[in-house]
């Protein structure tokens, strides 16, 4: 069974979303809270699997975000660091209030959506809680949290410029992460670092010159280079491997 916790604090609005949520054909249990001392037992009640959290919890205060504070105390907890939330708002601009510097899987907006509720809140259920040991990885784009199955990656461009994903379905451009913590995040077999600023995944070698010190990748006529300083373990880890 998996647990939600919604936080909001107009009952009427929070009785809709416990009744929406509760029509899921899933095994869940459903909490629910209209202000901070109320969602801050419930943590301490047991885990959370999912959290839909109300942005404004004071309406009455001009420029309150409680929502959001409470969202970046859960971030901050190791065991919620990648579990789901969903925003709830009746803001113009939603967006503006998911790109901060933690991940957001998505938002609902006022006047619910019934069908929609629904289906966000299946999804995000459904969403792996560690997602650097399942099939795919999760990355944060301009705030909000995006999935890219692992198999589909072809091989990944680093430098301090930003790193570029290269995937059978598309490229992602993303922010500089070490070499060392993105393959720590692949968390797979199947990656291998080339050269200083190229991991590739091994599935996609199509052909290996190792006196020229070139892969060729399935899907792309431009050959990647096997760094020099890589030439050995490459050899070690997947020509004699």
Known sequence: MKTILILEDNQ???DMLVKIVGELDL??????????????????KGSIDLFLIDI??????S????????????????????????FV???????????????????????????????????ALLMPLRPE??????????GLLYKKEKARIVYIENSRRGRIIHATDGEVKLAYLPCKDILQELDSE????????????????EHIDIANRYIKLKGYSQPVEIGVMYKRFFMRNVVNG
């Open 89 to 123: 708002t009746s803001l113009d601009d939603p967006m503006l209030y998911s790109s901060r510097d933690f991940h957001c899987y998505s938002y609902i907006e006022k006047p619910y959506d019934a069908e929609y509720v629904k289906k966000i809140v299946r999804e």
């Open 190 to 205: 199947h990656f291998i670092q080339c050269s200083r600023y190229i991991i590739i995944n091994k599935d996609y070698i």
């Open 56 to 61: 404004i919890l004071d309406p009455h205060y």
């Open 133 to 142: 040991r399942s099939g795919s990885i999760y990355f944060r784009k301009n």
């Open 12 to 14: 009427s609005s929070l």
């Open 63 to 86: 420029g309150d975000v409680s929502g959001i504070k409470f969202a970046e105390y859960i971030r901050q907890q190791k065991k919620y660091e990648y579990t789901p939330v969903i």
């Open 27 to 44: 095994d869940t249990e459903v909490r629910s809270a209209t202000n901070l001392e109320q969602a801050h037992v419930h943590l301490i």
